[in-house]
């Protein structure tokens, strides 16, 4: 009997309670749109047909990278901008294309740099700029070409852009979090722009991340973060997360791939 004792395996330890948003809110996460205004009207129009019904608060998270890439960033703004000034509530999360604009705006050099090399061009098409013109530009002129073509209010709109929102037991931000530090404490740089200390950390988070910036070619769950950037710009697959209670699903848009 006391051998019995000595040697008996410990009980496992109980499983952990599901994530959950608040009751009786339903979040729609949405990924990097990245200029892809067909897709975000495809995916919008879901969104609504799934909503259809529900009578609590509906909110809808865009996770940041509105822009450059794909060939119509300047509609995708204008698209966001009328979804912030109506019913239901809308959550903007400043990812590193938007300060990228934002910086290269402003005339820094290394953002014009970076801005150019990761998109740029296609954002400054879709704003009217000819493309001999672009192609001639060197970096000051760039910077005036984007304060002469970007209306002033798309940037202060693109500069509103939160950088991360709490909603219950999940923390949605743009690129991720940096390990150890709680969600409060963490720098506006990290959420916009880590990527290997945050992908390789098996650890737990100050609650599950949902997250865009690196590409999948699907949806990645894991214990401690869900990325949901499924490279919408190529491949015509933009993806929003659908919470509610302990619930998770997806819903995706189904548009033609791209060559941007």
């Not at 992908?199 to 599950?208: H, I, K, Q, R, T």
């Not at 869900?226 to 993806?239: K, V, Y």
């Not at 509610?244 to 060559?259: A, D, M, N, W």
Request: aromatic residues 8%; charged residues 25%; negative net charge.
């Amino acid at each position: 009997m006391v051998l019995s004792r000595l040697f008996r395996k410990p009980a496992p330890a109980p499983a952990a309670p599901p994530p959950e948003v608040p009751a009786g809110v339903r979040v729609y996460a949405i990924g990097d749109i990245h200029g892809r205004l067909d897709c975000l009207d495809e995916l919008l129009a879901a969104i609504d047909r799934d909503s259809a019904g529900f009578s609590g608060e509906i909110r809808l998270i865009f996770l940041g990278d509105l822009i450059d890439r794909g060939p119509d960033s300047r509609g995708v703004v204008e698209r966001a901008m009328t979804l912030a000034a109506a019913p239901p509530r809308c959550d903007f999360i400043k990812g590193n294309h938007e300060e990228l604009l934002l910086h290269a705006a402003q005339g820094e050099r290394s953002a014009l740099t970076v801005f150019h090399r990761v998109g740029g061009r296609e954002t400054m098409l879709s704003y009217g700029a000819d493309p001999g013109d672009y192609d001639a530009c060197d970096f000051e002129q760039l910077a005036e070409l984007i304060r002469r073509l970007v209306p002033a209010d798309h940037l202060a709109f693109l500069d509103s852009f939160g950088d991360g929102v709490a909603l219950g037991d999940y923390r949605f931000v743009h690129a991720g979090m940096r390990p150890g530090v709680p969600f409060e404490e963490q720098q506006a740089s990290d959420l916009r722009w880590i990527r290997r200390e945050f992908l390789n950390f098996e650890g737990s988070f100050d609650g599950v991340i949902v997250h865009g910036h690196t590409i999948s070619e699907a949806p990645e769950f894991r214990h401690n973060r869900i990325g949901i950037d499924t490279g919408a710009f190529a491949t015509g697959r933009l993806t929003a997360l659908v919470l509610e209670g302990p619930e998770q699903r997806i819903l995706e848009s189904h548009g033609p791939t791209g060559s941007y």
